[in-house]
């Protein structure tokens, strides 16, 4: 099965260089292409098939199609990151295989809550998701470049300026989808927790190969992490007490946990300060502000 897998993976790349077009084409950013696709359409044909069953209250179904995408989505990613190799340790496989994993459940979260949307704007979701996967995956094997070279390569710094905007766009459709789960409010706030625990972890050890920033020791990373994931959970579950839509609280949810990114990046770059922290707090107030006056 290995050694099948294996021959479809690198014919392509056979084929193109009996051409002698090995030189136009990156096999493994065209691989990224092709998976981003593939897992988007995947999310979209889980989501869409549980819309067509009809009955939006089979929680349990929701849950099992949830994770049917997490695990092929951790697959397919594992299977494009280390086709040419690459390190291979614990936290580079865990970090490779889950961030993708949330990104496609996000997909699947809003196509499947919100299946009365126009065509056009599901086609423009879709290729928007797509563009995000690819800039995830990229993200991911520059990391795994730096950590196999054991040096920053100049596009590490273009990949670390995507960290932000990829983290964000996922959160707001993960943290609108844990809403809309029919499941007990303190399961949706614990899910909220671990998911930006993950998430700030996942960020410090993309910031940990720049050396221009604070070294953090294991001890450190784990109470900054924990600290500001609880936050998050405490954002969540103060907004089981208003009646807004899930889209606002997803919004919210995710002001409150782009305000912890900012944070760590400030802090492990000895800039943290009142006025660079009120950027980021000012979103999370107007976020607020409209989730409390908005009356549906």
């Given at each position: 099965m290995?050694?099948?897998?294996?021959?479809?993976?690198?014919?392509?790349?056979?084929?193109?260089?009996k051409v002698g077009l090995k030189s136009l084409v990156n096999y493994k950013k065209?691989?990224?292409?092709?998976?981003?696709?593939?897992?988007?359409?995947?999310?979209?044909?889980?989501?869409?098939?549980?819309?067509?069953?009809?009955?939006?209250?089979?929680?349990?179904?929701?849950?099992?199609?949830?994770?049917?995408?997490?695990?092929?989505?951790?697959?397919?990613?594992?299977f494009v990151q280390y086709l040419e190799g690459g390190s291979r340790g614990a936290g580079e496989i865990l970090f490779v295989g889950l961030t993708p994993s949330f990104l496609c459940s996000g997909v699947m979260f809003f196509y499947l809550y919100?299946?009365?949307?126009?065509?056009?704007?599901?086609?423009l979701a879709g290729l928007f998701y797509i563009f995000l996967l690819y800039t995830l995956l990229l993200?991911?094997?520059?990391?795994?470049?730096?950590?196999?070279?054991?040096?920053?390569?100049?596009?590490?710094?273009?990949?670390?300026?995507?960290?932000?905007?990829?983290?964000?766009?996922?959160?707001?459709?993960?943290?609108t989808g844990l809403h809309r789960l029919h499941i007990q409010p303190i399961l949706q706030t614990l899910a909220s927790v671990l998911i930006s625990f993950f998430f700030y972890n996942y960020s410090l050890w993309v910031y940990s190969f720049?050396?221009?920033?604070?070294?953090?020791?294991?001890?450190?990373?784990?109470?900054?992490?924990?600290?500001?994931?609880?936050?998050?959970?405490?954002?969540?579950?103060?907004?089981?007490?208003?009646?807004g839509e899930t889209?606002?609280?997803?919004?919210?949810?995710?002001?409150?946990?782009?305000?912890?990114?900012?944070?760590?990046?400030?802090?492990?770059?000895?800039?943290?300060n009142k006025r660079a922290l009120w950027d980021y707090i000012i979103p999370t107030v107007i976020f607020f502000l409209v989730l409390s006056l908005f009356k549906p």
């Amino acid at each position: 099965m290995t050694l099948w897998l294996w021959h479809c993976a690198t014919w392509p790349r056979k084929l193109l260089d009996k051409v002698g077009l090995k030189s136009l084409v990156n096999y493994k950013k065209l691989w990224f292409i092709l998976a981003s696709v593939f897992l988007v359409g995947f999310s979209y044909y889980i989501a869409y098939n549980y819309v067509k069953v009809g009955d939006q209250s089979a929680n349990g179904l929701a849950i099992r199609y949830l994770v049917l995408v997490t695990l092929v989505s951790i697959v397919i990613s594992l299977f494009v990151q280390y086709l040419e190799g690459g390190s291979r340790g614990a936290g580079e496989i865990l970090f490779v295989g889950l961030t993708p994993s949330f990104l496609c459940s996000g997909v699947m979260f809003f196509y499947l809550y919100y299946p009365n949307l126009s065509p056009t704007i599901k086609i423009l979701a879709g290729l928007f998701y797509i563009f995000l996967l690819y800039t995830l995956l990229l993200l991911n094997n520059v990391l795994l470049v730096v950590k196999s070279r054991e040096e920053v390569i100049p596009v590490y710094r273009v990949a670390t300026g995507w960290l932000q905007i990829v983290l964000l766009s996922m959160t707001i459709s993960i943290f609108t989808g844990l809403h809309r789960l029919h499941i007990q409010p303190i399961l949706q706030t614990l899910a909220s927790v671990l998911i930006s625990f993950f998430f700030y972890n996942y960020s410090l050890w993309v910031y940990s190969f720049d050396k221009e920033t604070r070294k953090i020791k294991a001890v450190e990373s784990l109470v900054i992490s924990l600290s500001l994931a609880l936050f998050a959970g405490w954002s969540s579950f103060i907004t089981l007490f208003f009646s807004g839509e899930t889209f606002l609280k997803g919004l919210f949810i995710a002001s409150v946990f782009l305000l912890g990114l900012g944070y760590i990046q400030l802090y492990i770059r000895n800039a943290l300060n009142k006025r660079a922290l009120w950027d980021y707090i000012i979103p999370t107030v107007i976020f607020f502000l409209v989730l409390s006056l908005f009356k549906p």
